[in-house]
């Protein structure tokens, strides 16, 4: 089992680019969720997917965009880069079976650096 | 609106010792409450879960419990080892979303 993977693993980028990070889910998971965790912080929820539509979403922009494929895996995608968007990116998936039991198994991330 | 606090922000001690990582939330409407390992640069690794109906929960040398009433969460840690130093982060889930605290970084010292 690959467990959640993330690519890429790091990315540096100049103000107002665009970027797009990608996560794979864990085998048999179905939902699939992004944090941003800024350093010293702790992670910050973006939004969750499931059923390839965004289900609930944090207090972030509309430059933060996701989008969820057949296969349940993600997008991330964040137009007009701001230096306050430098950030360690996670993924997290999760089955969808709704249980107090299901723990979010979470990607290595995405360290995105703004210039 | 949730808020998750974790007491005290970094703590150094020295291999062997017993300690106690605490939680603090203002919300007691929540769905469970994980703890999490981080390693610097790396993602979370879940510790331990406590489902909403539960007191506490064992791992090994982890142990965490929790009041919901009183909205708090401890993890405590037995014989600390060097391995141990990393960043420890307490989550509630209410909803489809973790709300994390800002974090504990613990140091062990052999």
């Known amino acids: 089992d690959a467990g959640v993977t993330q690519s890429p693993t790091h990315l540096i980028k100049t103000r107002g680019q665009q970027v797009t990070l990608r996560c794979s889910p864990k085998s048999g998971h179905d939902t699939v969720s992004w944090y941003q965790q800024a350093l010293g912080q702790g992670p910050q929820f973006i939004f969750q997917?499931?059923?390839?539509?965004?289900?609930q979403r944090g207090n972030f922009p509309d430059r933060f965009s996701g989008h969820q494929f057949p296969n349940y895996s993600s997008e991330l995608n964040v137009n007009a880069l701001l230096l306050g968007d430098s950030a360690l990116y996670l993924c997290?998936?999760?089955?969808?079976?709704?249980?107090?039991?299901?723990?979010?198994?979470f990607g290595p991330g995405t360290r995105l650096t703004v210039l | 609106k949730q808020e998750v606090t974790q007491i005290p922000a970094a703590l150094s001690v020295p291999e062997g010792e017993n300690l106690v990582l605490n939680c603090s939330f203002t919300d007691s409407a929540i769905y469970n409450l994980q703890w999490f390992r981080q390693d610097p640069g790396k993602g979370l690794t879940s510790l331990l879960l406590i489902q909403s109906s539960q007191r506490e929960q064992t791992s090994g040398r982890l142990n965490a419990s929790l009041d919901k009433s009183s909205g708090r969460s401890t993890l405590y840690i037995a014989a600390s080892q060097p391995g141990d130093s990393a960043t420890y982060l307490c989550a509630v889930q209410a909803g489809t979303a973790l709300i994390f605290g800002k974090g504990t970084t613990l140091s062990v010292s052999s």
């Open positions: 997917y499931y059923e390839e539509e965004e289900r």
């Open positions: 997290a998936s999760s089955p969808a079976t709704g249980q107090s039991t299901d723990t979010q198994y």
